[in-house]
């Protein structure tokens, strides 16, 4: 079955820490993509970052990493330097060759000044 | 417009009536997808677009829901007889091209919709 699982409901960080957001998929699918999106309280959906599945090197995008580690079926986030508006919900999401995109249940950041 | 745009924001109404939600996609975006998102959880996968060709429904809970995109740019999702269990904010993404394999989607604010 495809799935995404993210195993942390909430996490509290103090800020300038570095954070990872835990996320695991499954499916027998070689192509996908893994992509994060923050919800703030205002509840957009803001898009971070995407990694696809025959990408060699783990994505970038500023303060965010995507730690991509193929084998385990893992793909955490990292915010490195937390700041006070990084307090959201986030998402990891797959997307799957029949288009359809399946979302996990979310991690609530919260950053502690 | 600039993003993705959804009417109405919120939308109350009586069990047993219908309810149109509308999605204005970003000009030229191919793919469009509608999801629905309870509170404190991640999107759920409703039915998506291409162009104006309606790709998969099976994420549709019944046959009381229904979606047209009728020339490839606004969609509109149906509810009909509402009940209170379709509660929930419904929200709409597009994206630039067909194939969402490595297209992030733009998602609109949503529309809350509350069954009394």
């Known amino acids: 079955a495809q799935k995404i699982t993210q195993t942390q409901p909430g996490m509290f960080v103090q800020e300038k820490e570095a954070v990872t957001l835990d996320c695991t998929y499954d499916?027998?699918?070689?192509?996908?993509?893994l992509f994060w999106y923050k919800q703030p309280s205002s509840g957009e959906m803001i898009f971070l970052i995407y990694q696809g599945s025959y990408d060699q090197q783990n994505a970038t995008e500023g303060r965010y990493s995507l730690n991509f580690q193929k084998a385990r079926k893992s793909a955490n986030l990292v915010i490195s330097a937390s700041q006070l508006g990084d307090s959201a919900m986030y998402f990891c999401?797959?997307?799957?060759?029949?288009?359809?995109?399946?979302f996990g249940k979310g991690t609530r950041l919260h950053i502690l000044p | 417009g600039a993003g993705v745009s959804q009417s109405p924001r919120y939308k109350v109404t009586k069990r047993g009536q219908d309810v149109a939600l509308r999605c204005d996609p970003i000009s030229g975006h191919v793919s469009l997808y509608w999801y629905r998102q309870a509170l404190g959880q991640g999107p759920e996968f409703l039915t998506y677009f291409n162009y104006e060709a309606q790709q998969d429904k099976s994420g549709l809970p019944n046959d009381r829901f229904s979606a047209e995109r009728p020339e490839g740019s606004i969609s509109t999702l149906t509810i009909q007889r509402t009940e209170q269990r379709d509660s929930a904010m419904y929200r709409c993404a597009s994206s630039p091209a067909a194939g969402g394999l490595n297209q992030p989607q733009h998602f609109g604010d949503g529309t809350r919709l509350s069954i009394l």
């Open positions: 999401a797959m997307s799957l060759r029949d288009d359809k995109i399946i």
């Open positions: 499916t027998s699918d070689p192509s996908y993509g």
